[in-house]
């Protein structure tokens, strides 16, 4: 049962995962790229971080949207249906979302193991001068993490029907409208600065996306 | 008698708009049961509720003589359905299709697939997107009877079909029923496709369930009499009188439980029976319809 409902999930989402998989492995490769094997001077090694650096803010980047596609095209072909096949199903529902779940975790592992091996591949062939190194795994893991935060908060979202999907937007949507007013107003209340600190900040769920993605470091 | 589906005190409401009150309904295991209604009189809400799709604010939904509030997954693997509309992931081959229906039910039947897609003539590699709707519709069949299932559940199963699919997956529906024994719930609005298959009718109207009989005495028990000299009340007939239309000194009644000797009850009121016509299904539908719609005959 699982093989079909991964088979289906599959079919539905193979684009987005190989696009994701050609992205993640070029994403540590392309940010080495330019710094072979020779010996790096001190300003080329400040280049090469600094370069490692910018590139790295599109890990957290990439690992939201491929979380995001996965959980919509998961359950998107259900929402089309209105949910009437799966819930004719003979399987418990909790039984039908866990599978659906897993799959969609499952398919998110292909653009994870090519980071990790674009990350091996990058570590290797760069110069790293003493005192750096290389964390082609810990990048990975870390990568692995934020796909998988993302994608069961999406897929949570993605599996509300419409209406209330709209209504997590809208309230967002509403949040950031108040903000802008209040901004506009002169009037010192912020709501979505210490919202966000509380999800983004430590032991905020998406902690995971912050800080410094290198995939060589001090 | 057992039953297949029994339905208890059903009450269902959907807003303000719609609802279903006290709902009873019994369809005989073995039966092919027709449930007529007119559209929007709750015959697919009773399917979603016997399917656990929708939950009662009250009552109880015997299925296959499991409760459907408790034992869902139990019962729809003994379950076959055939949705209004089509609910199939059109991504998927025709073959696909299959295989991850088969792989959701233990008694899948694959030889008796591919006969049934070979009598079909369905193209295993075809997009689901790119299958008209009659070909939509014999795939939802395929898919409900190669599950080898105790009870079909088909809600509109025919609707929109054009009228040489309609024998096709109304043959392979009465092939499997009368080689299994299998209890068919069929859910239209098309009387006369009922009337020749089925043998229980229950009618539906607006959230009330109006006549559940044996096809037989539906159609026997409703008939229109023409009156002669007709009393001005009818008093305790043998019968139901359903209407009555005056035309030119001869009444036309039109009554339900009628039988032959109940001519006598003319006589007794000093009336005459000039004649009793015979109406098919669909007339006496109508005319179901009409009087529970506005219960009081006319005098």
Redesign the interface.
């Known amino acids: 049962m699982f093989r079909m409902i991964l088979f289906t999930q599959w079919k539905w989402a193979r684009a987005v995962v190989a696009l994701g998989a050609v992205i993640a492995f070029a994403l540590p490769v392309l940010s080495v790229g330019q710094f072979g094997r020779e010996q790096a001077s001190r300003w080329e090694v400040q280049a090469m971080l600094s370069s490692i650096q910018s590139w790295g803010v599109l890990y957290p980047v990439v690992a939201g949207l491929l979380a995001l596609l996965i959980a919509v095209l998961t359950w998107s072909p259900d929402h089309r249906g209105r949910h009437v096949y799966a819930l004719t199903l003979p399987v418990p529902r909790w039984h039908y979302v866990l599978g659906r779940f897993g799959a969609g975790a499952l398919l998110l592992a292909a653009p994870v193991i090519a980071l990790w091996a674009g990350a091996l591949i990058a570590a290797a062939a760069a110069s790293i001068p003493p005192g750096l190194q290389a964390y082609p795994t810990m990048l990975a893991l870390r990568f692995s993490l934020a796909v998988l935060v993302a994608y069961a908060l999406l897929f949570a979202v993605a599996s509300a029907t419409t209406r209330t999907a709209g209504y997590v937007l809208g309230v967002l949507a509403a949040l950031i409208l108040v903000e802008v007013l209040l901004s506009v107003a002169d009037v010192n209340v912020h709501i979505l600065g210490p919202a966000l600190m509380r999800v983004f900040l430590w032991p905020g769920p998406l902690e995971i996306f912050t800080g410094r993605w290198m995939l060589i470091d001090v | 008698m057992s039953h297949a589906i029994d339905i208890r005190d059903l009450h269902y409401r959907a807003g303000k708009a719609f609802e279903i009150r006290d709902l009873q309904l019994r369809v005989p295991t073995g039966s092919l049961y027709g449930f007529l209604g007119p559209n929007g009189s709750g015959k697919t809400t009773t399917v979603r509720l016997l399917?656990?799709?929708l939950r009662p604010l009250r009552g109880t939904i015997l299925v296959l003589g499991a409760d459907v509030a408790s034992q869902i997954?139990?019962?729809?693997?003994r379950t076959g359905?055939v949705?209004e509309?089509?609910?199939?992931?059109?991504?998927?081959t025709v073959g696909?299709a299959q295989?991850?229906h088969a792989?959701?039910?233990p008694t899948w039947d694959w030889a008796w697939a591919g006969e049934l897609a070979g009598q079909f003539g369905l193209d295993r590699d075809r997009r689901l997107a790119q299958l008209s709707k009659g070909e939509m519709g014999k795939l939802e069949m395929l898919l409900a009877l190669a599950q080898r299932p105790e009870l079909l559940v088909l809600d509109e199963p025919t609707d929109g079909l054009d009228p040489v699919v309609r024998r096709d997956v109304l043959a392979a529906l009465l092939d499997y029923v009368s080689q299994h024994n299998a209890t068919v719930f069929i859910s239209s609005h098309l009387v006369h496709e009922l009337e020749r298959i089925c043998d229980w009718v229950g009618v539906m109207d607006r959230g009330r369930l109006v006549a559940e009989l044996p096809m037989q005495s539906f159609k026997n028990g409703i008939k229109r009499l023409r009156v002669v000299n007709p009393p001005a009340l009818p008093g305790d007939t043998p019968f139901v009188v359903l209407a009555r239309e005056a035309n030119a000194g001869v009444e036309t009644w039109t009554v339900r439980g009628w039988q032959g000797p109940m001519q006598a009850y003319f006589e007794g009121v000093g009336a005459s029976l000039r004649e009793v016509i015979d109406l098919d299904l669909e007339e006496g539908f109508v005319e179901l319809l009409r009087t529970f719609r506005e219960p009081a005959p006319p005098v």
């Open positions: 399917l656990g799709l997954p139990r019962i729809l693997a359905y949705p509309q089509p609910h199939l992931y059109p991504t998927l696909e295989r991850f792989a959701f039910y």
